[in-house]
């Protein structure tokens, strides 16, 4: 059903930096099709983070950075906060008959 | 400012029909792609699939003989409806506006999601 992977938890103490990455296939993220980040804190819904790969709504903190290269993306928190802990989710289109859209299956992000 | 608001019943008996609805304020629905996506407890997000006020729809494989989507623009919202549900359908629902290009979609607006429990 996912065909974004992500690792299940990633961790840092504060002030540093951690890394999300987001592996997909040639039928989507290598495919070119964007990748966009959500954020998503218990019992709420998930916000919008990085879109088009590289960026940020307004309002969102610029240690939140995004990337691309071939089928793999990542985000980047480069000084990490303990509001940030969060889940964090990669989501892409896809050009198979699995989904038209499809997210990643999510990292937990925990503030040392 | 763009606010989305899911409505419909929290508890579906298994083979009938989940009904909801999402009300749009703060923007017209005749622009963007409304999109209904799910997470089950405790697990990852699930793209369902979306309604253009054109009328155009997509929808996810496993689901497309169950779903049905559509858009009432006199009262700016859309609704989705899922057909024979079962204990796998329990998730919480959410609806959300889709900004399409053609190297895909992303969500911008997000409603803050409904509990559907699939339960006799």
């Known amino acids: 059903q996912f065909v974004l992977t992500q690792p299940p938890s990633v961790s840092g103490a504060p002030g540093q930096r951690v890394t999300i990455s987001c592996t997909g296939s040639?039928?989507?993220?290598?495919?070119?099709?964007?990748v966009h980040w959500y954020q998503q804190f218990p019992g709420r819904a998930p916000k919008l983070l990085i879109y088009?790969?590289?960026n940020r709504p307004s309002g969102v903190p610029d240690r939140f950075s995004g990337s691309k290269s071939g089928t793999s993306a990542s985000l980047a928190i480069t000084g990490l906060q303990t509001e940030d802990e969060a889940d964090y989710y990669c989501?892409?289109?896809?050009?198979?008959?699995?989904?038209?859209?499809?997210f990643g299956t999510g990292t937990k992000v925990t503030v040392l | 400012q763009v606010q989305l608001q899911e409505s419909g019943p929290g508890l579906v008996k298994p083979s009938e029909t989940l009904s909801l609805t999402c009300a749009v304020s703060?923007?017209?629905?005749?622009?963007?792609?409304w999109t209904w996506i799910r997470q089950s407890p405790g697990k990852g997000l699930e793209w369902i699939g979306y309604?253009?006020?054109?009328?155009?729809?997509n929808s996810h494989p496993s689901l497309k003989s169950r779903v049905t989507t559509s858009v009432d623009s006199s009262r700016n919202q859309f609704s989705l409806k899922m057909t024979s549900v079962t204990t796998a359908d329990t998730a919480i629902y959410y609806c959300?506006?889709?900004?399409?290009?053609?190297?895909?979609?992303?969500?911008?607006?997000w409603g803050q999601g409904t509990l559907v429990t699939v339960s006799s």
């Open positions: 040639r039928s989507n993220i290598g495919a070119g099709y964007d």
């Open positions: 959300a506006r889709g900004s399409h290009s053609d190297r895909g979609s992303y969500y911008d607006y």
């Open positions: 309604i253009h006020y054109s009328g155009t729809t």
């Open positions: 703060g923007v017209g629905i005749s622009t963007h792609y």
């Open positions: 088009g790969n590289i």
């Open positions: 989501q892409a289109h896809d050009n198979s008959l699995s989904a038209l859209y499809v």
